[in-house]
Nanobody
Framework: QVQLVESGGGLVQAGGSLRLSCAASGRTFSSNAMGWFRQAPGKEREFVAAISWSGGSTFYADSVKGRSTISRDNAKNTVDLQMNSLKPEDTAIYYC?????????????????WGQGTQVTVSS
């Protein structure tokens, strides 16, 4: 059974940092791009960051660019999202996802597997 399990969420003050982690089990995703998405209450799920299968290519939503770094460890089957200078508008449930392709995508339709999410709350 394929599982993606996120961790590292929590409550943090504005300006603080969090590191989200996603651990995959059930199969290896070393040939798949991985991504992070988020969903705030009452809003659509939105793209945050993606990384290619090798880790050589990354891209970010404009809203987090310059404040976030996505990385992966294929040996450990994990992908992380380091978020700095957090803002209250970053408050959301953050989801890890595994894509059905080598290169990352900002479209949820390119992702076959999803985790259950981890809550990030940024207080002002």
């Amino acid at each position: 059974q394929v599982q993606l399990v996120e961790s590292g969420g929590g409550l943090v003050q504005a300006g603080g940092s969090l590191r989200l982690s996603c651990a995959a089990s059930g199969r290896t995703f070393s040939s798949n791009a991985m991504g992070w998405f988020r969903q705030a209450p009452g809003k659509e799920r939105e793209f945050v960051a993606a990384i290619s299968w090798s880790g050589g290519s990354t891209f970010y939503a404009d809203s987090v660019k310059g404040r976030s770094t996505i990385s992966r460890d294929n040996a450990k089957n994990t992908v992380d999202l380091q978020m700095n200078s957090l803002k209250p508008e970053d408050t959301a449930i953050y989801y890890c996802a595994a894509a059905s392709r080598f290169l990352g995508s900002s479209s949820p339709k390119h992702y076959d597997y999803w985790g259950q999410g981890t809550q990030v709350t940024v207080s002002s």
